[in-house]
T-cell receptor
């Protein structure tokens, strides 16, 4: 069975603080893909990053960074020096290699307070 | 920027009415999806299509139906709307040429049935 767990339903931090969004996944497949999407108030989900199961290298893109650890089945997302514009719902997701059906976590609503 | 469009953005309609939510993409993607998003943020896959004349039901049972007569168009129809259909509906597409690429989402239709 495949499953994505985002244990944090809602987080509030003050602007400029760092914040980490947790994502834990379950799959029996050896080849799989992990994603993060952002859903701003406008409604559409915006793709942020994709990682395949063979690439455990962490990634940094500006204020965003991702920590992929297969040993703990986690794919955590950190925003450094948060800004009000980062306020959104963030979804972690998983797909298997053999099909593209996306398994989403339940999302974490992030509030960045000015 | 993703070229996937949903209309209308907002719809308030009376119980028993027939409605069609439109979704169009100009990217030539074969795979298209409909998600229902409840107020608690969770995304539920209700329909998907892997190409023209292909439609499948998703993980969440839905009274809606879909059709895929043209690659670019994937409308969702409710024959008789009920208050329980009140929700946000998100359409998405994915290219099938590459494996496990990200999905592109429309801005959603927020449906209210009164």
């Amino acid at each position: 069975a495949q499953k994505v767990t985002q244990a944090q339903t809602e987080i509030s931090v003050v602007e400029k603080e760092d914040v980490t969004l947790d994502c834990v996944y379950e799959t029996r497949d050896t080849t799989y893909y992990l994603f993060w999407y952002k859903q701003p108030p406008s409604g559409e989900l915006v793709f942020l990053i994709r990682r395949n199961s063979f690439d455990e290298q962490n990634e940094i893109s500006g204020r965003y960074s991702w920590n992929f650890q297969k040993s703990t089945s986690s794919f955590n997302f950190t925003i450094t020096a948060s800004q009000v514009v980062d306020s959104a719902v963030y979804f972690c997701a998983l797909t298997r290699h053999r099909d593209d059906k996306i398994i989403f976590g339940k999302g974490t609503r992030l509030h960045i307070l000015p | 920027e993703a070229d996937i469009y949903q209309t209308p953005r907002y719809l308030v309609i009376g119980t028993g009415k027939k409605i069609t939510l439109e979704c169009s993409q100009t990217m030539g993607h074969d795979k298209m999806y409909w998600y229902q998003q409840d107020p608690g943020m969770e995304l539920h896959l209700i329909h998907y299509s892997y190409g023209v004349n292909s439609t499948e039901k998703g993980d969440l049972s839905s009274e809606s139906t879909v059709s895929r007569i043209r690659t670019e168009h994937f409308p969702l129809t409710l024959e008789s709307a009920r208050p329980s259909h009140t929700s946000q509906y998100l359409c998405a597409s994915q290219p099938s040429r590459a494996v496990n690429t990200e999905a592109f989402f429309g801005q959603g239709t927020r449906l209210t049935v009164v």
